[in-house]
């Protein structure tokens, strides 16, 4: 049985920033997907960086119309998360 694109798109963040990264996807409109990883291998790297490090495993595992379907990834680390929920009460 073929993989849905979420599992495709959780094995690729896996192997992006480990096994031990948190990551929820969620549907979206148009039959897409979108999510936040949290993964302390974030903290040495830029919000640019962290998104061409995704991006380049996104597409080594999704093809051209997988691709597509993903309409964004946050990639902050646990902290960063953390405070941003607690700046927003």
Known sequence: MAKSLKDKVIDALMEAVGADARIELDDAPGD???????????ASQSPGE???????????????????????????????????????M
């Open 32 to 42: 897409k997907i979108g999510g936040v990883v949290l993964s302390g291998s974030f």
């Open 50 to 88: 962290r998104q061409d490090h995704i991006w380049k495993h996104l597409d080594a595992h999704l093809n051209t119309f997988e691709r597509t379907r993903v309409t964004f990834i946050v990639t902050d680390t646990p902290e960063e998360y953390e405070a941003l929920k607690r700046a927003a």
